[in-house]
């Protein structure tokens, strides 16, 4: 049996307030495994956002243990946790976030020219993940010359390129028509199971979560797993 890619024990995470501390996390324990898409569900300030940000590194949880591969980063230096991050992280928010002046492919290739590919490589890896994506016919479009889904599309293959072993998704659908976020949810999903990637996916979205392997719900900080129906696409 394969290791996780995450592995969470016993994280919590406290904000300072004007009144006291608030707590989100409270001994939070959660693993995802290679090829895995996991759900996260919860209300607007439940902690999800919170979750995904210590598991991304872009935060510090007060206590608790994070290890990605094995590997215990909770005490990583920043220097540390911005490299792992290129190197074995990818990110999806509900926003794009694409560059205006750079078409797709260019879009893509731009964290691998900041991570150290040389630009020809970083080109031909960022039209294999958009081409995998359904958007082979869209390299050298701008984001205003495509459709909302495309864009997101564009911004799950540049969250994609750099060949993480985890993704983090932050209601990557939440910008979207029903219809179309089904697309980018069946090109996402069929993506990491076809690369192995570990995906932690937070959502408001219940039918999208139907479809994922496992999906957990945050509640006053303690994460609860939930029954989840899952239909191959």
């Known amino acids: 049996m394969s290791n996780p890619v995450l592995s969470v024990r016993g994280l919590t995470r406290t904000y300072d307030t004007a009144t006291g501390g608030l707590t989100v996390l409270r001994g939070v324990n959660l693993d995802v495994m290679p090829g895995e898409v996991v759900g996260l569900i919860g209300p607007s300030g439940s902690g999800k956002s919170s979750l ?3 598991a ?4 510090r949880p007060t206590s608790g243990e994070i290890r990605i ?3 215990d980063v909770g005490m990583l230096d ?10 074995r992280i990818g990110f999806v928010y509900q926003f794009h976030h694409l560059l205006a002046e750079f078409d797709a492919r260019d879009n893509v290739a731009l964290p ?3 991570a150290g590919v040389r630009q020809a490589e970083a080109r031909a890896r960022a039209s294999e993940v958009l081409t995998a994506l359904g958007l082979g016919e869209r390299l050298t479009h701008q984001p205003a010359q495509m459709s909302g889904g495309e864009q997101q599309r564009v911004a ?3 969250a994609l390129a750099n060949r993480p072993r985890l993704l983090l998704a932050d209601e990557p659908t939440g910008n979207l028509d029903p219809a179309t ?3 980018v949810f069946e090109a996402l999903h ?3 199971k076809k690369t192995g990637v570990a995906a932690l996916i937070a959502t408001h979205n219940m039918e999208l979560a139907g479809h994922m392997d496992r999906v957990f719900a945050l509640k006053d900080g303690h994460l609860e797993e939930r029954p989840a129906e899952s239909h191959a696409y």
Do not use: F, P
């Open 52 to 54: 995904l940000h210590a």
């Open 56 to 59: 991304g590194l872009l935060e």
């Open 69 to 71: 591969d094995g590997e």
């Open 78 to 87: 920043e220097r540390a946790r911005t490299h792992l991050r290129l190197a």
């Open 112 to 114: 691998l020219r900041i």
């Open 156 to 158: 799950v293959a540049r």
């Open 181 to 183: 976020s089904q697309t």
């Open 190 to 192: 069929d993506l990491v």
